[in-house]
């Protein structure tokens, strides 16, 4: 007799048992011990037909492919920059990668990216030893110049971008900033200096109240209170 | 002469009065207190990180580091002084050790996961209340574990058989005392630390090992619901 012994969206802990009998299958975040399914990391449940799995919700990045990231240079070599991910791991943004122009056998590459620098970069490969590889060639790819950084948990970024961006969309609207959110959890803006920290107030509120329903419509009245502008929301 | 009632008034398988809290240090990755009366350990979890300097890089997987320190001013007597000792690189060494059997850090090659264990207060059983800090802010730092950690003291004060066992029990001279700091996994059982210091008979090891076993249980629904308060309902202050 199998029975799933937690509700969909529920809160649990590493060692909770999430499922008994075999007919269940154990997804990302759990495992089997015997007949159990048990959990293997704090995290939200999600059922999905047989399988239980679970989504992480907090903690450091994790490298994944095909995610736009905001790196720091850290480092200049021959072939190429070194950069900080805002992970465990540093990634490799070779001189191919990074621009479209020929650059000389022994050019000056901190003409190009010089340490310090912030870029937003996507990672084209993760190797199994998390060796990162990135690309800068692509829409929106480009090196960040003035502005603010800010940090996030990484696991609170979907909720910032929202649904095609719309949430950060009505963010830019409301505020007339640019707005670059990286997956790694580094936010980048760039408008005025009372906007600008409107930006920051606004995320650090998605942050704290983003696992409670109606996130969008309070989210929006509130800018609606700080700006007095009418917002649509949906725009981008 | 008899030890007949405890000297704080508790029974013999009473924990003293516990407190525990999830993501107190906002800057960490992972963060928890853990309190046993007056025994007051915080732990931070940072990373995984990158490692250096590189030769202790283990391209297999993630390392971890535990580090354990009694704040100058958090009690009195000569083993409490600025700076590390022979004593705290014991413990930070069984703290590791009774942490590493439930974490999985395969996913982490050549990176390090640190845990920082500072103690404001202390009053015996520092290094269980270490242990189960620790062991919460590891899970807040979403780190693949098979299950949590708890620990705690037990131990024999005369001819009884007592669980966490406070300064004055430790040092009760009106009869022999043992003092058995132990960690257990609560969903198998098994123990991940077993010290023992003092005197007592093998049936004494026995049931204080059980008595333990039994408040390790405890303290696992204590730390369980410590971390699911820090993400139902509540915002993440």
């Given at each position: ?75 200049i ?26 650059i000389q056998?022994g050019a000056d590459l901190t003409q190009y990216y010089n ?122 | ?237």
């Amino acid at each position: 007799m199998s029975k799933i012994l937690v509700k969909n969206k529920e809160i649990v802990v590493p060692g909770e048992v999430l499922a008994e009998g075999m007919d269940n299958l154990p997804g990302l975040g759990t495992y089997r011990a015997g007949e159990q399914i048990l959990a293997a990391r704090l995290g939200l449940t999600y059922i999905d037909g047989r399988t239980i799995k679970l989504i992480q919700l907090s903690g450091r990045y994790t490298p994944k492919k095909n995610d736009t990231i905001i790196c720091k240079v850290m480092d200049i070599n021959f072939s190429g920059w070194r950069i900080d991910t805002n992970s465990a791991y540093s990634a490799m943004l070779s001189m191919r990668e990074a621009t479209s122009d020929y650059i000389q056998k022994g050019a000056d590459l901190t003409q190009y990216y010089n340490l310090g620098d912030y870029v937003v970069a996507q990672i084209t490969n993760v190797t199994s030893q998390n060796l990162i590889d990135v690309t800068m060639k692509g829409p929106g790819l480009h090196k960040l110049q003035g502005g603010r950084m800010i940090e996030v948990s990484p696991y609170k970024v979907p909720r910032i971008i929202g649904k095609q961006g719309s949430m950060v969309g009505m963010i830019k609207q409301a505020t007339d900033c640019r707005i670059t959110v990286g997956q790694n959890g580094r936010v980048w803006m760039q408008g005025g200096a009372d906007s600008e920290l409107l930006v920051e107030k606004t995320i650090r509120k998605i942050e704290a109240e983003s696992h409670l329903a109606g996130l969008t419509e309070r989210i929006q009245k509130f800018l609606e209170k700080e700006t007095g502008k009418k917002l649509e929301v949906g725009s981008r | 002469m008899a030890y007949k009632k405890r000297l704080d008034g508790r029974k013999f398988d009473e924990m003293r009065k516990i407190e525990a809290k999830v993501g107190v240090i906002k800057k960490a990755d992972g963060s928890a207190y853990f309190k046993f009366g007056n025994t007051w350990a915080y732990a931070a979890v940072y990373g995984p990180r990158e490692l250096y300097p590189r030769f202790l890089q283990d391209p297999s997987k993630g390392i971890l580091r535990c580090n354990y320190n009694m704040m100058p001013f958090s009690s009195k007597g000569n083993r409490v002084r600025p700076g590390g000792s022979r004593r705290s690189k014991e413990i930070s060494m069984v703290t590791k050790k009774a942490l590493l059997p439930v974490l999985d850090l395969t996913d982490y090659p050549n990176s390090v996961v640190d845990v920082f264990i500072e103690l404001p207060e202390t009053e015996a059983g520092s290094r269980t209340a270490g242990i189960n800090a620790a062991s919460m802010a590891l899970a807040d730092a979403g780190l693949l574990m098979k299950d949590l950690v708890s620990s705690v003291s037990v131990g024999r004060v005369d001819d009884k058989v007592v669980v966490d066992l406070d300064y004055s029990e430790e040092s009760y001279d009106g009869g022999p005392v043992a003092d058995i700091p132990l960690a257990m996994i609560p969903k198998s059982g098994e123990l991940t630390l077993l010290q023992m210091d003092g005197l007592l008979t093998k049936e004494q090891l026995k049931e204080a090992i059980e008595m333990g076993k039994k408040a390790c249980n405890e303290l696992y629904e204590i730390q369980k619901k410590a971390l699911k308060d820090k993400y139902v309902g509540g915002s993440n202050e």
